[in-house]
């Protein structure tokens, strides 16, 4: 879906939804909370605020979570599996970073972690010190020039 402008409220979900699209076919359960996230971040954008854009992707994005519900079995270990998955690309990337070959696709891994860590948020608290190494890392990047 289109976004247009810059003032579209509905490209603060683009993250969320592009590490589902990515994810959709190895790692289904994961791009489900991707997309459930980026819903729940779509909700709390204030009503008045909204574009025909974003109620457009919002009631999409509906749709498509109770599609993909219908073929996942959800549980209460759901937590685990994707704070498993969140560690293991932040532990990709860490190994890259500490064998001095960091390039452009380390610090996307470092950002694609971010985002995984930032959906694990809506189960509870996330482990401080890796989220702050990765949004240090990021940081480091971008002030750099990179631009991820």
């Known amino acids: 879906m289109a976004m247009a402008g810059e003032n579209e409220p509905a490209k603060l979900l683009l ?9 959709q076919k190895h790692e289904p359960l994961v791009a489900y909370y991707c997309r459930l996230f980026g819903m729940e971040k779509g909700l709390r954008i204030p009503q008045s605020e ?6 457009a992707l919002l009631v999409s994005l509906m749709n498509q979570l109770e599609k993909d519900k219908k073929s996942l079995k959800l549980s209460p270990e759901d937590s685990l599996h994707l704070e498993g998955f969140a560690l293991n690309v932040f532990a990709k990337a860490d ?3 500490h064998a001095g070959r960091a390039d452009m696709n380390t ?9 995984f860590f930032e959906i694990l948020s809506q189960f509870g608290p996330v482990q401080p010190d890796v989220s702050v190494s990765i ?3 990021v940081s480091i990047l971008e002030y750099s020039g990179y631009r991820i």
Do not use: G, V
């Not at 909204?50 to 109620?55: E, F, V």
């Open 95 to 97: 190994k890259q970073d």
């Open 107 to 115: 610090a996307k891994t470092f950002y694609a972690a971010s985002i």
């Open 15 to 23: 993250p969320y939804l592009q590490r589902a699209d990515e994810l």
């Open 135 to 137: 949004i240090l890392f």
């Open 50 to 55: 909204r574009t025909k854009t974003t109620n």
